[in-house]
């Protein structure tokens, strides 16, 4: 296979690899900056620019610590900001009414948004909250809602 002799062809594919690792297997590993780095290394190959055994290896080092050190931030940044806490944010401060008597350390079901959900006090309200009451969600742990 001609494709498969060509030292190009094989960085890209390999750098296509690494990205769809990233994304799809394994992400937050940093097969990214690998895939990144690799994709360069195949495009100065293909132009001409680099050459020889050991300087696309070099090439791929210092492409991947470049990818890395330009992209690390701003990833973690937007990953801190659009993760899993940041998915309920529109839901903080929000009211809902309980459906069962809620005390300290019980899970109950409270109703916001016309959807019923696991509900438990805020750590810092210590009396037990009756049926019907409105309370406002302080935050959510997976799927249940903390209230006070």
């Known amino acids: 296979m001609e494709i498969l002799n060509n030292v190009t062809y094989l960085w890209l594919i390999a750098g296509a690899i690494l990205v769809i690792a990233e ?3 394994l992400p937050g590993v940093g097969f990214l900056f690998a895939g990144l ?3 360069i290394t195949g495009a100065l190959l293909e132009f001409g620019l680099i050459g020889g055994p050991m300087i696309p290896w070099v090439v ?5 610590l ?5 992209l690390w931030k701003p990833l973690k940044n937007y ?8 998915q309920f944010s529109d839901v ?4 809902a009414v309980l459906l069962k008597p809620l005390a300290p ?8 948004s016309g959807t019923i959900m696991n509900a438990k006090l805020d750590p810092n309200n210590t009396a037990t909250l009756m049926e019907g009451t409105e309370v406002t969600i302080t935050r959510v742990e997976g799927n249940v ?4």
């Open 23 to 25: 994304f799809i297997i």
């Open 145 to 148: 809602l903390v209230v006070k």
């Open 37 to 39: 780095g690799a994709i």
């Open 79 to 86: 990953k801190l900001n659009h993760g899993e806490a940041a």
């Open 105 to 112: 350390g019980m899970t109950g079901q409270a109703r916001w």
């Open 92 to 95: 903080i401060g929000k009211k």
């Open 60 to 64: 791929f080092f210092v492409a991947t």
């Open 66 to 70: 470049a990818w890395t050190l330009i």
